[in-house]
């Protein structure tokens, strides 16, 4: 199927023509002619799958008319966990617009808001903002909600983890009750539900399984290693390996300092990227990760689901996420778009509640690998995956 199939215009089939988008994936088919048709939609699909383009497409086909924009009004809002996938779903939209006369603009905390106050003044089409920064927006009217169309709530799982919900719950209760409403979410958990009854209408459900939206192009495999060991073991890596790119996910910002000056003692050159760095820092270093000027990224967990990267050839877990799906968010940052990746986890014996409940999700267990000259004091004990009984004799 090709996306003329879709139901979209000429514009935007032509701008995802300039971005050499071939075919739709599977969470694009099925969600586009959803979105299209005015139905309320909740749809689950794992990071790395397209999503973006399968509200985003439809949503501007839709706000494609002659309607004029009045001041500090927006159509459609779409509500996202962080400031760097907010800036991300916005310069999608941006490409995907090129040829329509449609604005858009990504708001968030951690900057001045002036430049957004002044730019809401004439009035916005599409909105992506974090939850924060948007109701302090709207407590100072800088902008109203009235002549709201359509609103998405991006990455609901994240948003509820990040403990949102009561800012989504305010945000909701300010919208029309008359609105097209969208929900995309990695993964459907009990809060996530929750939140759908509350904001979605008799909604279409879309669920792409893992199996047929990302076939592991991913070769996960995991050390087990002494916690003490673990920069050395890296480093090791990165030189004997000739590694030339990696994210490497560290759970703590004050340990994403110390592993980048660990590094850079053994002649590697890293940045760290953290909530705790001002966002023209983060947005700097996050465009050299980008263009590979900078070929090393430590970063915390606040970059797992707003990163994208084209060609990323590895992540590494430094430090297993407490978190299951947390897990799957951070590998999907490798393998995108059909291209195949490499994920690497770093496993201590205190992890090993952790690497129990991410081999259950995923099914199957991870390849372990030893590395010469990395002896383990501590061993991490057998998966429960791979456990086979004693057979009792009689």
Avoid at 211 to 220: G, L, T, V
Avoid at 361 to 367: K, S, W
Wanted: include cysteine.
């Amino acid at each position: 199927m090709s996306f003329s199939k879709l139901g979209l215009s000429e514009p935007i089939l032509k701008a995802i023509a300039d971005l050499e988008y071939a075919t739709p994936s599977e969470i694009q088919k099925q969600a586009i002619p959803v979105v299209l048709s005015g139905r309320d939609l909740i749809a689950a699909a794992q990071t790395g799958t397209g999503k973006t383009a399968s509200f985003a497409l439809p949503l501007l086909e839709m706000l494609n008319t002659d309607r004029k924009l009045r001041g500090k009004r927006i159509r459609a809002l779409i509500l996202t966990p962080t400031r760097e996938l907010a800036v991300q779903v916005e310069s999608s939209i941006s490409q995907y617009a090129e040829y329509l006369n449609l604005s858009s603009m990504a708001m968030y905390g951690g900057v001045d808001s002036a430049p957004h106050k002044q730019r809401l003044i004439w009035g916005i089409d599409i909105l992506v903002a974090t939850p924060g920064r948007l109701l302090d927006m709207a407590h100072q009217r800088a902008l109203h909600f009235d002549e709201l169309e359509m609103l998405v709530l991006d990455e609901a799982d994240r948003m509820l983890d990040m403990g949102f919900i009561d800012d989504i719950n305010k945000i909701i209760e300010r919208l029309p009750k008359q609105r097209q409403n969208l929900l995309f979410s990695a993964t459907i958990s009990d809060d996530v539900r929750s939140l759908a009854k509350r904001a979605i209408h008799n909604p279409v459900e879309i669920s792409i399984a893992p199996s047929r939206a990302s076939k592991p192009k991913i070769d996960q495999w995991l050390i087990t290693i002494d916690k003490g060991n673990k920069s050395a073991l890296l480093s090791h890596l990165i030189n004997d390996l000739q590694w030339q790119q990696a994210l490497i996910f560290i759970e703590t910002k004050h340990g994403a300092a110390k592993l980048v000056s660990q590094l850079e003692k053994r002649g590697i050159e890293a940045e760290s990227i953290h909530g705790g760095r001002t966002q023209a820092v983060r947005e700097q270093i996050l465009s050299d990760f980008k263009t590979g000027k900078i070929k090393f990224l430590v970063a915390t967990g606040i970059a797992a689901r707003g990163l994208d990267i084209g060609d990323l050839a590895r992540v590494v877990n430094y430090d297993l996420p407490a978190q299951a799906d947390e897990y799957i968010h951070r590998i999907g940052r490798t393998g995108r778009a059909g291209a195949s990746g490499e994920a690497v986890s770093f496993v201590s014996k205190d992890n090993f509640r952790e690497l129990c409940a991410i081999e259950s999700r995923l099914g199957h267990v991870i390849a372990r690998k030893e590395i010469e000259g990395f002896p383990v004091k501590k061993g991490v004990p057998v998966s429960i995956l791979n456990y086979v009984p004693k057979i009792k004799r009689s």
